[in-house]
T-cell receptor
């Protein structure tokens, strides 16, 4: 599976937008970009995913570079409840991993009041 | 529509005992995945199952660990003869048939071996 690179940590102020970057320079044409987050002492939570076009849902937006070698998860107004570890994961539509998600270290987001 | 249900939430076992962790996937989800998270570490894939089939067990330790997803009932992750190093949070996730969709994770079972 192609790998992703994320900053170890980021800080944000409450009610400000947050842009969480992810690099995936070896992405293949059939890899979906998934984002999950894990709040303290909880299981991971699906946030958003996309293939080529930018995506929006009630939780966040996903901006995907034209060459697909990077993407950015956008939280439009951070709240204290958004403090979590955010994982950017490539999920192969076909092939050897059978689609299981490979979690890296993620980005630990801290939100200051 | 209930989410992924895992039980028990907390499990304490003495060294050498067996641990059984249960996972009921979301209604309509036929794919189940088990992950382990050691203290202060990331999530590690263990096994991927469909009903009555193990699809990928590449992350399972070679001994003492087994998993099943029977035709009826929950998926079970079984750890025989537990050791202190098995203490971790074990998460189950499920997904619909379509691989493009996201996973839904349960709240996990926190196993403590004393």
């Amino acid at each position: 599976d192609a790998k992703t690179t994320q900053p170890n940590s980021m800080e944000s102020n409450e009610e400000e937008p947050v842009h969480l970057p992810c690099n995936h320079s070896t992405i293949s044409g059939t890899d979906y970009i998934h984002w999950y987050r894990q709040l303290p002492s909880q299981g991971p939570e699906y946030v958003i995913h996309g293939l080529t076009s930018n995506v929006n849902n009630r939780m966040a937006s996903l901006a995907i570079a034209e060459d697909r070698k990077s993407s950015t998860l956008i939280l439009h107004r951070a709240t204290l409840r958004d403090a979590a570890v955010y994982y950017c994961i490539l999920r192969a539509l076909y092939g050897g991993s059978q689609g299981n998600l490979i979690f890296g270290k993620g980005t630990k987001l801290s939100v200051k009041p | 529509n209930a989410g992924v249900m895992q039980n028990p939430r907390h499990l304490v076992r003495r060294r050498g005992q067996e641990a059984r962790l249960r996972c009921s996937p979301m209604k309509g989800h036929s794919h189940v995945y088990w992950y382990r998270q050691l203290p202060e570490e990331g999530l590690k894939f263990m096994v991927y199952l469909q009903k009555e089939n193990i699809i990928d067990e590449s992350g399972m330790p070679k001994e003492r660990f087994s998993a099943e997803f029977p035709k009826e009932g929950p998926s079970i992750l079984r750890i025989q003869q537990v050791v202190r190093g098995d203490s971790a949070a074990y998460f189950c996730a499920s997904s619909p048939r379509d691989r493009e969709d996201g996973y839904t994770f349960g709240s996990g079972t926190r196993l403590t071996v004393v």
